[in-house]
């Protein structure tokens, strides 16, 4: 069997023509893409105009906001954070509602209520969580907002209840290479993910375009060419 040899020029054409390929597939799915998010956007809007109709309403609606904010504080900073956070519920004009302490294995945890007025609830909530990544980090904040109109009277806004649950550490983290490790993680794994999808993708994509380039030029242009002299 008679080995083929491949040319440089056709190897530098299939690099070409599979590159091509792959262009224009990326490009015909950002179009796609972009076309479901503008249909998306249209089937929005009439949601959205009747949201802002309700706000117009002369009759605003009451609503009932609860939040609750969980994180770790190093050891020995408890006490002065849930200090700080009893202050800063007078500042907002709210009150503490409840306040559960509990010492166990030289560690402070406990659960704070504070019940805040409604047009201070984001600044409170800000300020506390600032608060804590002083002294520790903040793990989650989850915050639920339920419609109550028509169970208080217009001037009776009820306040937002804000539950603060914080727990200190022992305060030992790994080692400082194995943070940098950890930290580069994500991107090592994003990286190995996209090399192998390149890969799965590019090499049957090279070899298909390779097959193209060899029809094309041993196959139809001298069967071409051949008809054309005959044709002469």
């Known amino acids: 069997m008679k080995n ?3 040319r440089k020029r056709e190897i530098g054409s299939a690099m070409v023509l599979a590159v091509l390929v792959a262009t224009l597939a990326a490009y015909s799915h950002n ?10 956007t249209l089937l929005l809007e009439p949601c959205l105009e009747t949201t ?10 009451v609503k009932q906001i609860r939040e609750t904010i ?15 956070l009893e202050e800063l519920t007078d500042q907002k004009e709210g009150f503490v509602s409840s306040l559960y302490i509990t010492y166990r294995d030289e560690l402070w945890n406990g659960e704070m209520v504070s019940q805040i007025p409604q047009k201070n609830t984001t600044s409170f909530v800000f300020e506390t969580r600032n608060l804590i990544d002083k002294s520790g980090k903040v793990i989650s ?31 030992l983290e790994p ?33 298909v375009s390779l097959g193209v380039v060899l029809l094309v030029n041993r196959g139809i242009l ?11």
Do not use: H
């Not at 802002?52 to 609606?61: H, L, M, S, V, Y």
């Open 4 to 6: 083929v040899k491949i």
């Open 31 to 40: 179009l796609y893409v972009k076309e479901r998010s503008f249909s998306g």
């Open 52 to 61: 802002q109709r309700i706000g117009n309403e002369p009759d605003e609606r």
């Open 70 to 84: 969980e994180g770790e504080l190093k050891k020995g900073t408890f006490e002065s954070v849930v200090s700080q």
């Open 141 to 171: 904040i989850t915050m639920s907002i339920t419609d109550i109109t028509g169970k208080y009277a217009k001037e009776e806004v009820p306040y937002a209840t804000i539950r603060m649950a914080l727990k200190e550490t022992t305060g």
């Open 175 to 207: 080692p400082e290479p194995i943070v940098q490790v950890l930290s580069i993680l994500p991107l090592l794994t994003t990286c190995l993910v996209w090399i192998a999808e390149g890969l799965i993708v590019g090499v049957p994509l090279c070899f």
């Open 222 to 232: 001298p069967v071409w060419k051949k008809q054309l002299r005959k044709s002469q």
